[in-house]
T-cell receptor, first 114, second 115 residues
Framework: AQSVTQLGSHVSVSEGALVLLRCNYS??????LFWYVQYPNQGLQLLLK??????LVKGINGFEAEFKKSETSFHLTKPSAHMSDAAEYFC????????????FGRGTSLIVHP | DTAVSQTPKYLVTQMGNDKSIKCEQN?????MYWYKQDSKKFLKIMFS???????INETVPNRFSPKSPDKAHLNLHINSLELGDSAVYFC??????????????FGPGTRLTVT
């Protein structure tokens, strides 16, 4: 069975600081992993994905994530936060172990201070 | 071109009414979904439809019923609306690769308010 844990419902950073959003997964088989971003009053959009190719995945808007099998993690990072990065971020896993339907984490709200 | 569209964007109605939300995708995907997002931003899967296979979240009341006239459309009909149904409903679509699904594309959401 697949599951996702996002540590921290809120993460607060200053503009220009490193962004680190944590995601740990549980999967019985090699997973597909995704990060989505939701800006206020909008739908979710894909930031990046891991589908068993390179373990370091680069996405849009300067974000990247590294798949670490030994740690069952897929943390999202960005070297320098912008005010426009303030949004809700969701990690998701799809492993096909039971159903093809992906499982989403509970989300992390990124707050960026000037 | 809009990839996944939903109508209406806002829906305000009274308890006991019946309403529908429509969803269309022009991405050629074979799988569509309905999610409910509560005030704490938690996303809950309600239904998934892959070709003629419907997967239902067992915790969804049977007042909710999905209808898929074809692969590009998945509508959501809600009977006897209750206050607790107030939420944002998202439609999404994806390709399915064997036992797993690829990335999902989400619609803009429908904010349902039941008074």
């Amino acid at each position: 069975a697949q599951s996702v844990t996002q540590l921290g419902s809120h993460v607060s950073v200053s503009e220009g600081a490193l962004v680190l959003l944590r995601c740990n997964y549980s999967s019985s088989v090699p997973p597909y992993l995704f990060w989505y971003v939701q800006y206020p009053n909008q739908g979710l959009q894909l930031l990046l994905k891991y589908t068993s190719a390179a373990t370091l995945v680069k996405g849009i808007n300067g974000f990247e994530a590294e798949f670490k099998k030994s740690e069952t993690s897929f943390h999202l990072t960005k070297p320098s936060a912008h005010m426009s990065d303030a949004a809700e971020y969701f990690c998701a896993v799809s492993d096909g172990g039971g159903s093809y339907i992906p499982t989403f984490g509970r989300g992390t709200s990124l707050i960026v201070h000037p | 071109d809009t990839a996944v569209s939903q109508t209406p964007k806002y829906l305000v109605t009274q308890m006991g009414n019946d309403k529908s939300i429509k969803c269309e995708q022009n991405l050629g995907h074979d799988t569509m979904y309905w999610y409910k997002q509560d005030s704490k931003k938690f996303l809950k899967i309600m239904f998934s439809y892959n070709n003629k296979e419907l997967i239902i979240n067992e915790t969804v009341p049977n007042r909710f019923s999905p209808k898929s006239p074809d692969k590009a459309h998945l509508n959501l009909h809600i009977n006897s609306l209750e206050l607790g149904d107030s939420a944002v409903y998202f439609c999404a679509s994806s390709r399915r690769g064997g036992t797993r699904s690829y990335e999902q594309y989400f619609g803009p959401g429908t904010r349902l308010t039941v008074t």
